[in-house]
C-alpha cells in the first residue's frame, strides 16, 4: 500500500509540493461522496459536465 500511495503523492506534488497522505485521503474520499451523490441524482447530468469535475490522474 505504501508503494500505491507514493506513486499518487508523486503525480498529486507535481501541482503542490505540500500534499500529504492526509490530502490524498480527503481527496479520493471526496471523489468517492460526490459519485455516489450524482449516482443518487433522479436525472443524470451531462457527461461531459462531470468529465469536468474528475481530475483522477
Same mark, same amino acid.
Given at each position: 500500500?505504501? =508503494?500505491?500511495?507514493? @506513486?499518487? &503523492?508523486r +503525480?498529486?506534488?507535481?501541482?503542490n509540493?505540500d500534499?500529504?497522505?492526509?490530502?490524498?485521503? @480527503? *481527496? *479520493?474520499?471526496?471523489?468517492? *461522496? @460526490?459519485?455516489? +451523490?450524482?449516482?443518487?441524482l433522479?436525472?443524470?447530468?451531462?457527461p =461531459? &459536465?462531470?468529465?469536468?469535475? +474528475?481530475?483522477?490522474?
Open positions: 500500500m505504501v =508503494n500505491f500511495s507514493q @506513486a499518487l &503523492l +503525480t498529486h506534488r507535481k501541482d509540493q500534499f500529504s497522505v492526509l490530502d490524498l485521503k @480527503a *481527496y *479520493y474520499r471526496g471523489y468517492c *461522496y @460526490a459519485c455516489e +451523490t450524482i449516482k443518487m433522479p436525472q443524470k447530468p451531462d =461531459n &459536465l462531470l468529465s469536468l469535475g +474528475t481530475r483522477i490522474k
